[in-house]
Nanobody, 124 residues
Framework: QVQLVESGGGLVQAGGSLRLTCAAS????????MGWFRQVPGKEREFVAA????????YYEDSVKGRFTISRDNAKNTIYLQMNSLRPEDTAVYYC?????????????????WGQGTQVTVSS
């Protein structure tokens, strides 16, 4: 089992920045992919970014490329999402996810473990 805890959300003005943190515990993550997804009321969960624990390959949704950066800290079993140039349409609950044996880490149903989410609100 893997437990995930997100933090770092909040209220920020358009153009500002936030850094989200996801701390993982329970298992080693050497064969895992970890990702960030977001969801707003009435819409499906949307892929944002993902990273493979081993090797560090990264993946991004088109609208966040050049603005968001996903990274990992091996010693802390933690991933981060640095969010710059935030837009009102980035407003959502952001969820951290993890799973093993994921070939294409951009689909929510491929992940086994989920955090509780952290709210990001971007004002205009």
């Amino acid at each position: 089992q893997v437990q995930l805890v997100e933090s770092g959300g909040g209220l920020v003005q358009a153009g500002g920045s936030l850094r989200l943190t996801c701390a993982a515990s329970g298992r080693t993550l050497s064969s895992y992919a970890m990702g960030w997804f977001r969801q707003v009321p009435g819409k499906e969960r949307e892929f944002v970014a993902a990273i493979r624990w081993s090797g560090g390959a990264t993946y991004y949704e088109d609208s966040v490329k050049g603005r968001f950066t996903i990274s990992r800290d091996n010693a802390k079993n933690t991933i981060y999402l640095q969010m710059n140039s935030l837009r009102p349409e980035d407003t959502a609950v952001y969820y951290c996810a993890a799973g093993s044996g994921i070939v294409v880490p951009t689909t929510a149903d491929r992940y086994n473990y989920w955090g509780q989410g952290t709210q990001v609100t971007v004002s205009s």
